[in-house]
């Protein structure tokens, strides 16, 4: 297995071809993710965004290609395989449960049990929170003690987002795909979640970015893959590249 402190690849996506019936997904996209990377995806709505990290993170089966994580090759049967792996999805949606505080959200379908009296099994809450609380403070993250007990609706958007990141820092994701983090927020909040990334960035966490803003994907990543009608249209760095080319290669025009 080749050695990431040599430069090797954390992840490999190679020749990854997506139909639905008569519908071309995507075909032959290829691209490589360091740890501690950042990699933005950009293009339009069916651009193929959404199904590139479907078929990443485990929910879709590919077609064609290759997926190697680590070395590796790896195919999984569902999402959990590749959470398990250290593959983090968090959606737009954020995929918590309002009705829960920051622990239980945290744990969440993976929620430590004790002995109630030595006897009957129980959650343990108190462990869950505390341990909720120590990945946030990681992340430099500020919730008051007493929002912890709250159900997570009672926060604000980028504290919601802080939370979906939380949990999968807390279950140790190498790589972790963020899907549109700043849609739906306001100016600070995006900020925050700005700010977030690039800590994760120090931590060595290889990040797959999706944002429709340009001045997100510009702030906080090292590369910019532009899919465009299910095919990589162009990949740049981001320090020689601009918003004008960027758009030019979304939207199919000569350069």
């Known amino acids: 297995m080749p050695s990431e402190a040599a430069g090797a690849p954390i992840l490999s996506v190679q020749g990854i071809t997506k139909r639905f019936g ?149 279950w140790q994701a190498e790589i972790l795909i963020m899907d549109e983090p700043t849609a739906a927020l306001g100016v600070p909040e995006q900020r925050k979640v700005r700010e977030l990334i690039m800590r994760l960035k120090a931590k060595r966490v290889a990040i797959i970015f999706i944002s429709h803003n340009l001045q997100d994907i510009f702030a906080v990543s090292d590369r910019i893959l532009v899919l465009r009608r299910g095919r990589a249209a162009g990949e740049r760095r981001i320090d020689v590249t601009d918003h004008d080319e960027i758009v030019k290669l979304m939207v199919g025009a000569d350069l």
Do not use: W
């Open 22 to 170: 008569g519908v071309q997904a995507l075909t032959q996209v290829s691209f490589e993710l360091a740890a501690g990377e950042v990699l933005a995806l950009a293009g339009d709505n069916g651009a193929g965004k959404s199904t590139l990290i479907k078929c990443i993170s485990g929910v879709h089966q590919p077609d064609e290609g290759e997926i190697r994580y680590k070395g590796q090759p790896v195919s999984f049967a569902g999402p959990r395989q590749a959470r398990d792996l250290g593959i983090e999805t968090i959606y737009q949606d954020l995929a918590l449960a309002d009705n829960l505080d920051v622990g239980a959200n945290v744990f969440l379908g993976r929620e430590p049990a004790r002995r109630y009296l030595g006897l009957l099994p129980a959650i343990d809450r108190r462990q869950m929170r505390a341990a909720a609380n120590e990945v946030l403070k990681q992340l430099e993250i500020e919730i008051a003690p007493a929002k912890l007990t709250k159900p997570v609706r009672t926060l604000s958007g980028g504290q919601r987002q802080a939370v979906a990141i939380g949990r999968a820092i807390y």
